[in-house]
C-alpha cells in the first residue's frame, strides 16, 4: 500500500507539472548605434616664442618653454588613416621685414609623430596613425638664428589641422 500511494503521489505531481511551468512568450529587440567619425585635437600651448641669442653661440634657437605635447584623438573606419598636418599663414613678419617661415623647424616624439620643417605653400605631416585611437607625442622647434635678420618681433600663425576620414 504505502508504494500504491507513492506513486499516486508521483502520478499527481506529474500531472500538475504542466500547471506549474506557466506560459512565456520571447520577443527580440533591434539595437542600433551610430558612430561616427570623429576627430580631437589639443595643444598643451596656444603660443611660443623663441629669445633672442648671438647666432654664433646659438645658430639654432629652441622655443622657450620647452616641447609642445599634441594630443590627437581620431575615430575612423578601419583601414583609414587619421592624419595630422600643419601650415603657416604665412612667414614670420614684424612690420614690412620678413623671415621665411621655413627658417623654423622641429623634431618629434611619440608614436607616428614626424619632424619637419614650416612651411607656408603645402601642409606638412606632424603625425599619422593607421585605424582610430588616441596618440600623444611632441614637438620640439628651433628657429634657425642669423645675422642677416632686422631687428623686430615676428609672428605667424601654424594652423594645425587633423583628420579622420
Do not use: C, E, H
Request: glycine share 10%.
Amino acid at each position: 500500500m504505502p508504494r500504491i500511494r507513492a506513486s499516486l503521489v508521483l502520478l499527481a505531481i506529474l500531472a500538475a507539472a504542466p500547471l506549474l511551468t506557466g506560459a512565456s512568450r520571447t520577443d527580440t529587440l533591434t539595437v542600433s548605434a551610430t558612430v561616427s567619425a570623429r576627430a580631437k585635437l589639443q595643444l598643451s600651448s596656444l603660443s611660443m616664442s623663441f629669445a633672442d641669442a648671438d647666432p654664433d653661440t646659438t645658430p639654432s634657437v629652441p622655443a622657450s618653454g620647452g616641447p609642445l605635447t599634441i594630443q590627437a584623438k581620431g575615430r575612423t573606419t578601419i583601414g583609414s588613416t587619421v592624419t595630422l598636418v600643419m601650415l603657416a599663414t604665412g612667414d614670420l613678419q614684424s612690420g614690412l621685414d620678413v623671415i621665411p617661415a621655413d627658417r623654423l623647424s622641429w623634431t618629434a616624439t611619440g608614436a607616428g609623430f614626424v619632424g619637419g620643417t614650416v612651411s607656408t605653400a603645402m601642409a606638412q605631416a606632424v603625425g599619422s596613425w593607421a585605424n582610430s585611437g588616441s596618440w600623444t607625442g611632441t614637438q620640439s622647434y628651433q628657429f634657425a638664428n642669423a645675422w642677416n635678420y632686422s631687428t623686430g618681433t615676428y609672428t605667424t600663425t601654424l594652423t594645425y589641422t587633423l583628420t579622420a576620414p
